[in-house]
């Protein structure tokens, strides 16, 4: 059996990308394109819903973007000028194609198509108060529990039915729905996953980031703030605020991690950020050695940085093969443990030296370990692993798909304790303010953080409902689809 485990590479994951576009000829092929850009933020599903003027067509399915939306004729089954899209990662485990998204629904004013990136933290208590009233439910996906909640609102229009929904349930959100009436973008009142809005030509696009603007050619107009609805129709576009006012606290790990280095974020240049952020980190924590080598490919801008600020080589002392891909024959121990073997290899030209080796995060330690081991088969003298964040102490419950806090390393080690685990001669962190000067910010504010920092500081901004109440998402059992 095939299967993919996002957490092989033990980093956290994206587990969702959204794309849309009104106002195109091209409008689902435009979408194909903006979600291949996202894909990185989600691997195990995608799909299409696109509006003719009369009817909803879509098309969804389990694999990469490319396996679904590659051939011409999938995306002449998507006719109209409105489009929206969808990238998913697991993160129940299962992977059924009654969770790919965009879903849609058909209520008495139209048809409505909904996808989301980010995840509600009150799902399981909202779905159950749902059910109780007669909700039938099709997917284990969250995204369901906003469509139950648009069906029961006493609103009139969409949008106030949308927003009536919203203010029901608790998370970080950034969704796109496409109506009869028009395409709708929404950030959580926190702002914490990213969302921007682009013109080309005449048309209006949304994305998760702006590379999937730049895929099609299409500007960079805006991020969508936190808290706004954006309403694009036949009149234009426009802007409300729904919610009450909070301070933005945008997922900080999207600088580090997760978004791509060509994207800028909330107006910051993800590349630029990830420089600053090597550069501090050696300022914070340098040792004597003799080159800086990335763990690929995430750490490279940051070990760029590091490098620059410390006036040592930058080399390419592990290579990545990118054709491994995601997928392994068999989940097993055994097989996830050559996993990371097939995915880098040592380059010859470490022997003798002392070695910074960067890599931007250490969840669990597996990966860190083989390739601390790695270096030192082929030859190193000092391994001194810096890591382009602060420890991962928390899970994330905001739409990244980490291990539970039990598995995170950090959670229950030491630094040095961290360190001897994974074999390195140092260890060391970039501090929280460390993380926040290269932001630009003077330090973190104890009393209102810029970002959300959750995985590191343990101050979850958003109330965890489902998790305090020691409730997981349900899960639906009696029907297993796969295609
Ligand atoms: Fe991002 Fe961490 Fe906050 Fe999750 S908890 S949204 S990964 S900063």
Redesign the pocket.
């Known amino acids: 059996m095939l299967s993919t485990h996002p957490l092989d590479d033990d980093h956290?994951h994206e587990e969702c990308g959204v794309f849309g576009v009104w106002g195109h000829a091209e409008a689902a092929a435009l979408t194909a394109l903006g979600l291949h850009a996202l894909q990185h933020r989600g691997q195990e599903a995608a799909g299409i819903v696109a509006y003719d003027g009369e009817q909803f067509h879509a098309h969804r399915g389990l694999g990469h973007v490319g396996e679904n939306f590659g051939s011409k004729d999938v995306i002449a089954r998507l006719p109209g000028r409105a489009a929206i899209g969808h990238v998913r990662y697991a993160t129940t485990g299962e992977v059924a194609i009654r969770n790919v998204q965009p879903l849609f629904a058909d209520f008495e004013f139209g048809g409505l198509a909904i996808c989301h990136n980010g995840n509600l933290t009150n799902s399981y208590h909202v779905r159950r108060q749902l059910v109780r009233r007669g909700s039938l439910f099709q997917s284990t996906s969250d995204t369901e529990v906003i469509v139950h909640l648009i069906a029961t609102s006493l609103k009139q229009s969409i949008e106030e039915r949308l927003v009536d929904a919203l203010r029901q349930v608790q998370g970080?959100y950034s969704l796109v729905a496409l109506t009869q009436e028009g395409l709708i973008a929404m950030r959580d009142p926190l702002g914490?996953?990213p969302l921007v809005l682009g013109r080309l030509g005449d048309a209006w696009i949304v994305a998760s980031e702006s590379c999937a603007l730049d895929i099609i050619g299409a500007s960079l107009v805006r991020d969508v703030e936190a808290g706004e609805l954006v309403m694009i129709g036949p009149a234009g576009l426009r802007s409300t605020k729904p919610f009450e006012r909070a301070r933005k606290?945008l997922?900080?790990?999207?600088y580090i991690y997760?978004a791509r280095p060509d994207s800028l974020v909330d107006g910051i240049s993800v590349y630029e950020a990830r420089k600053r952020i090597g550069a501090e980190l050696a300022r914070e924590s340098h040792v004597p050695a003799d080159i800086v080598i990335p763990v690929p490919d995430s750490g490279v801008p940051a070990a760029i940085g590091y490098a620059a600020e410390c006036k040592l080589p930058f080399e390419l002392g592990i290579i990545r093969n990118h054709y491994v891909g995601r997928t392994f024959i068999e989940p097993t121990d055994q097989i996830r443990h050559l996993g990371v073997k097939l995915k880098h290899n040592a380059n010859r030209n470490l022997e003798g030296k002392r070695i910074i080796l960067v890599d931007d995060s250490i969840v669990r330690g597996t990966t860190s370990t083989k390739i601390v081991a790695m270096v030192r088969q082929a030859g190193a003298r000092e391994v001194h692993m810096r890591v382009s964040s602060p420890p991962?102490t928390?899970?994330?419950?905001?739409?990244?798909a980490?291990p539970t806090r039990d598995q995170l390393l950090a959670s229950h080690m030491s630094v040095e304790e961290m360190a001897k685990f994974i074999g390195a001669d140092s260890l060391s962190f970039l501090s929280i303010d460390g993380l926040y000067r290269a932001m630009g910010e003077k330090r973190r504010e104890a009393k209102a953080p810029q970002?959300?920092?959750?995985?590191?500081t343990g101050d979850?901004?958003i109330p965890l409902v489902d998790h305090d109440a020691g409730k997981v998402q349900t899960q639906l059992s009696l029907l297993t689809q796969t295609v």
């Open positions: 956290p970080a914490v996953r606290r997922c900080i790990f999207e997760f991962t928390h899970s994330c419950f905001y739409g990244i980490t970002y959300c920092d959750a995985c590191f979850y901004a």
